[in-house]
């Protein structure tokens, strides 16, 4: 199996552009998790999506988030417009909850430098 | 509100010098406490899932073990190759994690 697979890698941009970035789950997996890793802040969950469904947002912080998934194998996150604190590492992570276990598997990240 | 405290925030050990991390947790409803290892530039890894007190788990030179108010992560002998930063999460919800900040560990040859 591929793994979780992300994209862009890195991406770089200047406040006020919409950023989109991208996931592909573990064929099989019914749930996905956005997360965000910053120093301070460490590893915080923004969006989990179970089966398609988005269950929990509520990390997501503040409307200018957003994110979809149109299928069971993508699923993106928009910011739009960006700011420089938005700056951060972001990890897509698919489980096969729970009947699979809650193991939850992550991406390589997309580091987002806004300038 | 759930939380986890992981201690030391970094660590150095020369090779063959066992230690333990340690991850402190107050959530209310504990449904497992996980343990991933993260290299640099990349997503953290799984290496355990404890779901009750007294579990222990071990993998390679690592031994996971939980108790009703924190877990150990125990490294026998370590490599350098075991240089990586330590994440431990709880799952209280459904299915959603909440880690701790980690901690850095480094062993010199």
């Known amino acids: 199996d591929a793994g979780v697979i992300q994209s862009p890698r890195h991406e770089v941009t200047e406040m006020g552009q919409e950023v989109t970035l991208r996931c592909k789950p573990i064929s099989g997996h019914n749930s996905l998790f956005w997360y965000r890793q910053t120093m301070m802040r460490g590893l915080e969950l923004l969006i989990y999506f179970n089966n398609n469904v988005p269950i929990d947002d509520s990390g997501m912080p503040e409307d200018r988030f957003s994110a979809k998934m149109p299928n069971a194998s993508f699923s993106t996150l928009k910011i739009q417009p960006s700011e420089p604190r938005d700056s951060a590492v972001y990890f897509c992570?698919?489980?096969?909850?729970?009947?699979?276990?809650?193991?939850?598997?992550f991406g390589p990240g997309t580091r987002l430098t806004v300038l | 509100e759930d939380q986890v405290t992981q201690s030391p925030e970094a660590l150095r050990l020369q090779e063959g010098e066992s230690s333990s991390l340690n991850c402190s947790y107050t959530?209310?409803?504990?449904?497992?406490l996980f343990w991933y290892r993260q290299d640099p530039g990349k997503g953290p890894e799984f290496l355990f899932t404890l779901y009750s007190a007294g579990e222990e788990k071990e993998k390679e030179r690592l031994k996971a073990t939980l108790t009703k108010k924190e877990s150990f992560l125990h490294i026998t002998a370590p490599k350098p190759e075991d240089s990586a930063t330590y994440l431990c999460?709880?799952?209280?919800?459904?299915?959603?994690?909440?880690f701790g900040k980690g901690t850095m560990l480094l062993v010199s040859p």
């Open positions: 999460a709880v799952m209280v919800g459904y299915s959603t994690l909440t």
């Open positions: 992570a698919s489980s096969q909850a729970p009947s699979g276990g809650n193991e939850q598997f």
């Open positions: 959530v209310s409803g504990l449904r497992g």
